[in-house]
């Protein structure tokens, strides 16, 4: 069975720093894009970043210059490292991975359950 599970949220002040983990298990052979999506209450998923394989990365512009993604493909992990967090950061943070492989199956995409990070004022 596969699965991601992400980690590292949390209660953090404004202007702190959080990291994110999302490691994903099961027998996997390979995995595509990885990316970090985040939900607000009452608001639709959005994407906060993406990175490939190779490690091309990708950031909406609300947290460019302050959060960074990176990966550890011999790990089958993807890290969110966020800096100078503000209230509107505070939402539920998912892990998601595009073309997942096992030596049985693919996946076109697979999704963690998320954590919850909140950054008070």
């Known amino acids: 069975q596969v699965q991601l599970v992400e980690s590292g949220g949390g209660l953090v002040q404004a202007g702190g720093s959080l990291r994110l983990s999302c490691a994903a298990s099961?027998?996997?052979?390979?995995?595509?894009?990885m990316a970090w999506y985040r939900q607000a209450p009452g608001k639709e998923r959005d994407l906060v970043a993406s990175?490939?394989?190779?490690?091309?990365?990708n950031y909406a512009d609300s947290v460019k210059g302050r959060f960074t993604i990176s990966r550890d493909n011999a790990k089958n992990t993807v890290y969110l490292q966020m800096n100078t967090l503000k209230p509107e950061d505070t939402a539920i943070y998912y892990c998601?991975?595009?073309?997942?492989?096992?030596?049985?199956?693919?996946?076109?995409?697979?999704w963690g359950r998320g954590t919850l990070v909140t950054v008070s004022s």
């Open positions: 998601k991975a595009n073309d997942l492989r096992t030596s049985w199956s693919r996946y076109l995409e697979v």
């Open positions: 990175i490939t394989t190779a490690g091309t990365t």
């Open positions: 099961g027998s996997i052979f390979s995995i595509g894009v």
